[in-house]
């Protein structure tokens, strides 16, 4: 891929210098580390707004669900579970 865009930031002196000293003990152009950085940080960002969008899905779905009627509240959720850990309890 060819590399027309330049990017330009400031950070602490020391910093460049030690992270400089790592990408050459790792014999990689400081440049290509700082892409690889940034290629991680863009697909964590994705990965993160991937799912916040999902779990949103899911909430809305559970909220339509409750609304229309068709849900389970916590109660009788609790209820199951109770029995189904009664259950488990006389088996042991």
Known sequence: ?????????KLEPAL?????????ATHRPASQVLRDLM???V???RQTRE???????KVQA??????AGSGTSNDEVEAQFAARRAKI????
């Open 16 to 24: 460049r210098d030690e992270f400089m000293s790592e990408a050459k």
């Open 62 to 67: 559970a909220r339509l669900s409750m609304h």
């Open 89 to 92: 309890a006389d088996l042991a």
């Open 39 to 41: 290629r991680e940080f």
């Open 1 to 9: 891929m060819p590399k027309e865009a330049v990017f330009t930031m």
């Open 51 to 57: 799912y916040d969008e999902f779990l949103l899905r």
């Open 43 to 45: 697909q964590r960002q």
